[in-house]
């Protein structure tokens, strides 16, 4: 079956402009997570969402950044005022969420970010 | 804090060889610990994932083991092949951090023909 698609897969902007990633999850996964992979970083958690439950937004680096998952389903990453730093490859990943100890999460390609 | 430390960095070797890729985290309460490839410019590939409860799992030529009590986890590649070239992650769930992953830096791994 389909995986986790994402959208655009490469995206460049200048400093100053606001950008909107977007994941579609596995069809039928309730969870959904946005990673974020930075040279010298490695990857770092972003947000989580879990069915109708709120967020945790416990991973955003500043109030710059947020995201929505409308219907349960698609999910969108905004970063305002995108600065230089913002430059990474956003990863989205979903999972099956069968029981609270198993989560095995499925990643989409990502969008490379780069902020001029 | 959670810490996922991958060792080592980088590894080079002729097809057909045995490997172990290591990894260890700093504190032991966790839920599962999950394996992934990622090929450059690309996203990752899960290979195995293994349950607190677990002790190892296998997958074709990869075996995952966990040792949890002690913070460390193996991946062992059998037969090596060029097409097994990738950078390695591995990822720990925690049971304090909710469903987020917390990842080592990776092993980039070159087999050569």
């Known amino acids: 079956g389909a995986g986790v698609s994402q959208s655009p897969s490469n995206k460049v902007t200048e400093k100053g402009k606001d950008v909107e990633l977007r994941c579609d999850p596995i069809?039928?996964?309730?969870?959904l997570y946005w990673y974020r992979q930075s040279l010298g970083q490695g990857l770092e958690f972003l947000i989580y969402?879990?069915?109708?439950?709120?967020?945790?937004k416990s991973g955003l680096p500043s109030d710059r950044f947020s995201a929505e998952r409308t219907g349960g389903s698609v999910s969108t990453l905004t970063i305002q005022r995108t600065q230089q730093e913002d430059s990474a490859v956003y990863l989205c990943?979903?999972?099956?969420?069968?029981?609270?100890?198993?989560?095995?999460?499925?990643f989409g390609p990502g969008t490379r970010l780069t902020v001029l | 804090k959670q810490e996922v430390t991958q060792i080592p960095a980088a590894l080079s070797v002729p097809e057909g060889e045995n490997l172990v890729l290591n990894c260890s985290f700093t504190d032991s309460a966790i839920y599962n610990l999950q394996w992934f490839r990622q090929d450059p410019g690309k996203g990752l590939t899960s290979l195995l994932l293994?349950?607190?409860?677990?002790r190892e799992q296998t997958s074709g030529r990869l075996n995952a083991s966990l040792d949890k009590s002690s913070g460390r986890s193996t991946l062992y590649i059998a037969a090596s092949q060029p097409g097994d070239s990738a950078t390695y992650l591995c990822?720990?769930?925690?049971?304090?951090?909710?469903?987020?992953?917390?990842f080592g830096e990776g092993t980039q791994l070159t087999v050569n023909p």
């Open positions: 990943a979903s999972s099956l969420r069968l029981a609270p100890t198993y989560n095995e999460q499925f």
């Open positions: 293994i349950q607190s409860s677990q």
């Open positions: 969402f879990q069915g109708n439950s709120a967020p945790d």
């Open positions: 069809s039928g996964h309730t969870a």
């Open positions: 990822a720990v769930r925690q049971e304090t951090s909710g469903s987020r992953l917390t």
